[in-house]
């Protein structure tokens, strides 16, 4: 009786130290736990390409990691600089107007006036800022600098997002030649915690994360690209900052419809008819492009329904930001997976 006593104390003893050190240990990685996910999620993502590149240069993983890792910091540098210097052109040309005394915005077309329910305030407004765009801008002063403050604390905050991204991206450059070892435990930690399971449901973590960084980021990034052309090709102002809110739009599931239109309706008032019709055909093109490609490429290989993986998607977004992105499909796939071997086990 005493050493069942002993023994339980033992115990207890024992699994309260695991708790409070794995507390502990949870507590010091908290302030970097986004790093560390988007570090994990970027390095499954990008595992084919260090594969690919890897096999190519000889088989040297430390070499084939810093390739991929730099490739990724010139296409966001590169993206930023292209970004920031279309739109200083756009502000220059904007000033060289105003300097210049000329119209910084058209002036109305008559059928605005028909437009239903808002035809005749739209037309009004527009109309004002047209022809007096400096007294517009003076007196919705104290809302366009309020609206600016926001603006620029956005951005501020986003510039930190950035640079925590671009930490994450050095940090998936360092578990890339690693990825075996890091898999093999991974697995052993599963087994352990789904009786034998763990390999089947970590393989399926890892396909879902490559499906998603296809089906998701590639095809947004694909889309943007040709987005981008057609507005170079058509010569519409601030192509830059539109095709950086168009792969944001693309990212989140909101779709390009929202830029789309715009883009269509100036190229019909400054552009000649069949030339709008042209570039309105081959951003229609662009705008279902994702309708095509992405169920192919979302559900390629998994067992998981594409309709569960479309909802992680929205779900993990409005939840947990531009990470859930890729967090609601994992647990949406794993649950259904679960669920199933649950539904079949005899």
Known sequence: MQADREFSIDR????????????????????????????????????????????????????????????????????????????????????????????????????????????????????????????????????????????????????????????????????????????????????????????????????????????VIGIAILQTMLFGMVLLFAHVPAAGPLSFIALLLCIIQAGLFLVVLPVMVWLFYAKSFYFAIAMSILLFIVLILDSVLKPLVLARGLSTPMILIFLGLIGGLIVYGLIGVFIGPIVLAIFYDMLRHWLDDK
């Open 12 to 215: 207890l003893v024992r699994i309260s130290l695991v708790f409070a050190i794995t507390y502990w240990a949870m507590q010091m990685l908290s302030p970097v736990f986004g790093i560390l996910a988007w570090a994990f999620i970027l390095a499954v993502a990008l595992y084919p390409i260090f594969q690919w590149i890897n096999i190519r240069i000889g088989n040297r993983p430390v070499l084939s990691a810093t390739i991929v890792t730099a490739l990724c910091f010139l296409l966001m540098v590169g993206t930023l600089t292209l970004l920031l210097d279309n739109l200083v052109d756009t502000l220059n040309d904007v000033i060289a107007r105003v300097r210049a005394g000329q119209q910084i915005v058209p002036e109305p077309s008559l059928a605005v006036k028909e437009w239903p329910l808002i035809g005749e305030s739209v037309y009004q407004t527009w109309s004002a800022i047209s022809s007096n765009a400096g007294g517009f801008i003076k007196e919705y002063s104290s809302y366009l600098l309020s609206t600016s403050g926001l603006l620029l604390g956005k951005v501020a905050n986003k510039s930190v997002d950035l640079l925590l991204f671009m930490i994450s991206v050095l940090f998936a450059g360092y578990l890339m030649p690693k990825g075996p070892q890091f898999m093999r435990s991974a697995r052993k930690f599963a087994d352990r915690v789904a009786l034998g399971r763990g390999a089947n449901l970590i393989n399926l973590m890892k396909e879902t994360i490559q499906n998603v960084s296809r089906g």
